[in-house]
């Protein structure tokens, strides 16, 4: 079965510095990896994907994640937080083999100071 | 931009109640899933569907649940007899396809059972 760990569960970081969320995943073959975002109020928002290839996948928001096999992790990453990113971030992984359903992450919560 | 959404965006109902809660998917989708969230805890998978049937279903979309695609452009999920631990955001999500396809998911709607 898949899992998928996200071991922060609230971070807090000033705007205009870096931040970075961290995923561990668990899957026998290759996972299909994503990160959503949800604000308060609102749906959950794709942010990045990856599936397969190049392992520094860019999103939106200028937000990247790389995918690492060898530490099962998919971590997320942005250079510098603004205000708007205060947000709760969720990781989740899918496969076809397990007929597409996603299974996520416990979210972290990311506050940040102005 | 195309994107899912449901209603209602709150519900509050009695335990025991009937309760349907609405979602219109992506209009060229043709995958369609609900996910929930207690407070607090993970997003979780509930049931996938295609081809006017279950694709997957999880350990928790029991006999009190159902789902249905009336016509077309409606998916719906329905709670028989609702129960206090019933209380949740309920989360529509659709996709093109299967596999390697991201799954793009709605407001939500708050289901508060009392």
């Known amino acids: 079965a898949q899992s998928v760990t996200q071991p922060d569960i609230h971070i807090t970081v000033s705007e205009g510095a870096s931040l970075e969320l961290r995923c561990n995943y668990s899957?026998?073959?290759?996972?299909?990896l994503f990160w959503y975002v949800q604000s308060p109020g609102q749906g959950l928002q794709l942010l990045l994907k990856?599936?397969?290839?190049?392992?520094l996948v860019q999103g939106i928001k200028g937000f990247e994640a790389e995918f690492k096999r060898s530490q099962s992790s998919f971590n997320l990453r942005k250079p510098s937080v603004h205000w708007s990113d205060a947000a709760e971030y969720f990781c989740a992984v899918g496969a076809k083999a397990a007929g597409n359903k996603l299974t996520f992450g416990g979210g972290t919560r990311v506050l940040v100071k102005p | 931009e195309p994107e899912v959404t449901q209603t209602p965006s709150h519900q509050v109902t009695q335990m025991g109640q009937e309760v349907i809660l609405r979602c219109v998917p992506i209009s060229n989708h043709l995958y369609f899933y609900w996910y929930r969230q207690i407070l607090g805890q993970k997003v979780e998978f509930l049931v996938s569907f295609y081809n006017n049937e279950i694709s997957e279903k999880s350990e928790i979309f029991d006999d009190q649940f159902s789902v249905e695609r009336p016509d077309g452009s409606n998916f719906t999920l329905k709670i028989r007899s609702t129960k206090l631990e019933d209380s949740a955001m309920y989360f529509c999500?659709?996709?093109?396809?299967?596999?390697?396809?991201?799954?793009?998911f709605g407001p939500g709607t708050r289901l508060l059972v009392l």
């Open positions: 990856y599936f397969s290839g190049d392992t």
């Open positions: 899957y026998g073959a290759t996972p299909y």
């Open positions: 999500a659709s996709s093109a396809r299967q596999g390697q396809e991201t799954q793009y």
